[in-house]
């Protein structure tokens, strides 16, 4: 049965900070990953889907790279900003369900 | 604007009642899905739908009926039989599956 792994599950930043947040995933048979993120008491917006046959994608700011044979992805958040404090969760497209994470919650203050 | 609906945002249900959750869509989507996400906790499949009249049972969904007799339309019923049904509903759409998915803004269901 396919899990979805977040590490960390909360994040602390300043304003200005590179960093990552991590997914793993212990079936490497998927057919994509996304990540979403999640503002308080809101539904989850589409930030980026990697196709299994891709390896990374790039939004501005962010990048989500694909790693399936190690069965992890990760996502990195150039000069953060206070703007992107919010939950943000990976998901994988497992057979036609996507399966999703715990999520990690950052905070950027200023 | 293009755009999931859902309706209504906040609804307290005693216990005992059924209670059913409106998703619009009208991104002209074929697939339709219902997520539970309870507080700290990823998101739960319950139905899903990937086109008119047929829809599948995801992890959880007992307690819970669906019902897609529209292509924009895939509501949710939160029957008595649902043990536990406090919780936040989020219905989602995407054009086929495996495409980007769209969610709505979610709807709160408090039982009292």
């Known amino acids: 049965k396919q899990e979805v792994t977040q590490i960390p599950a909360a994040l602390s930043v300043p304003e200005g900070e590179n960093l990552v947040l991590n997914c793993s995933f212990t079936?490497?048979?998927?057919?994509?990953l996304q990540w979403f993120r999640q503002d308080p008491g809101k539904g989850l917006t589409s930030l980026l889907l990697?196709?299994?046959?891709?390896r990374e994608q790039t939004s501005g700011r962010l990048n989500a790279s694909l790693d399936k044979s190690s069965g992890r992805s990760t996502l990195y958040i150039a000069a953060s900003q206070p703007g992107d404090s919010a939950t943000y969760l990976c998901?994988?497209?497992?057979?036609?369900?996507?399966?999703f994470g715990t999520g990690t919650r950052l905070q950027v203050f200023p | 604007d293009g755009g999931i609906t859902q309706s209504p945002k906040y609804l307290f249900r005693k216990e005992g009642q059924n209670v059913t959750l409106s998703c619009e869509q009208n991104?002209?989507?074929?697939?339709m899905y219902w997520y539970r996400q309870d507080p700290g906790q990823g998101l739960r499949l319950i139905y899903y739908s990937q086109i008119v009249n047929d829809f599948q049972k995801g992890d959880i969904a007992e307690g819970y009926s669906v019902s897609r007799e529209k292509k924009e339309s895939f509501p949710l019923t939160v029957t008595s039989a649902q043990k536990n049904p406090t919780a936040f509903y989020l219905c989602?759409?995407?054009?086929?599956?495996?495409?980007?998915?769209?969610f709505g803004e979610g709807s709160w269901l408090t039982v009292v």
């Open positions: 998901a994988v497209l497992d057979t036609d369900k996507l399966i």
């Open positions: 079936d490497s048979a998927i057919y994509n």
């Open positions: 991104l002209n989507h074929d697939a």
């Open positions: 989602a759409s995407s054009l086929i599956s495996g495409n980007t998915i769209y």
């Open positions: 990697i196709q299994s046959s891709q």
